[in-house]
């Protein structure tokens, strides 16, 4: 099932049921709420993707993007002076583009087919609460370390299997790439064995140094401004 979606190109990668701050100054994107608000665009739903490289996406360089991104549905908006705007969206579901339009809008459209979990070859209750399990426990000895994004809590305990590892993956600093490797996978059981083995890797790697690093600081509180 495909379907068009305006684009935001981010420096960030969102993952489904994650919250999405945003501060709006450009003019395409400033255009892009009032049509989101207006329902112009129906639904108030955009597509946002991952820059591989940069913080911007222009004619040159929208090969940049990466090829998964993930709908989001615009929540509050708070204007601002000058034409700003403060929005807060939230990440629903997972695509992959297949056609980009720089035409039909003063922003990026593109039109996208959504992309549905697959069937693990490997899968048992047994086996997914063995795995949920032990995400969780790597999950709060990486808590533990003090590295945690402001802000974020913990999971509910009824979060289903196919989500944990997003609802995990909130309140960590990862790497875009670590979050865009979480985002394209689409077993749920190698998912959560992804998210398990980067929350042990972080963990060990916080252990070692006895410190933040400088660079994953910066990322945490980047708000995905543009």
């Given amino acids: 099932m495909t379907e068009t979606l305006p684009l935001f190109p981010l420096g960030t990668v969102l ?3 994650a919250s999405l701050p945003l501060r709006i100054f450009e003019a395409r994107y400033r255009q892009l709420v009032l049509d989101l608000v207006n ?3 129906p639904g108030r739903r955009f597509g946002v993707v991952g820059i591989r490289q ?13 090829e998964i991104g993930c709908s989001a549905r615009l929540g509050e908006v708070q204007q601002l002076p000058e034409g700003r705007y403060d929005t807060t969206s939230t990440g629903q579901h997972r695509f992959r583009l297949l056609q ?3 035409e039909a809008a003063p922003y990026l459209m593109a039109r996208v087919e959504w992309l549905p979990d697959s069937t693990p070859q490997q899968d048992s ?4 609460e063995r795995l949920a399990t ?3 426990a790597a999950h709060e000895r990486y808590l533990a370390t003090g590295l945690q994004v402001e802000g974020t809590t ?8 196919a989500e944990l590892p997003y609802s995990l993956a909130e309140n960590c600093v990862l790497t875009p790439e670590d979050r865009q490797h979480l985002l394209a996978e689409t077993d749920p059981v190698a998912r959560m064995r992804t998210i398990r083995s980067l929350l042990n890797r972080e963990t060990e790697l916080v252990r070692r140094l006895r410190a933040v690093p400088a660079q994953l600081s910066e990322f945490a509180e980047h708000a995905g401004t543009n």
């Fill in 100 to 102: 980009l339009d720089t």
């Fill in 15 to 17: 993952l489904p049921g």
């Fill in 134 to 136: 032990s995400a969780r």
């Fill in 54 to 66: 940069g913080w911007e996406v222009g004619e040159d360089n929208v090969d940049a993007m990466y």
């Fill in 125 to 128: 209750d047994q086996l997914r």
């Fill in 39 to 41: 329902e112009v665009v």
């Fill in 154 to 161: 913990t999971p509910d305990d009824d979060t289903g299997f």
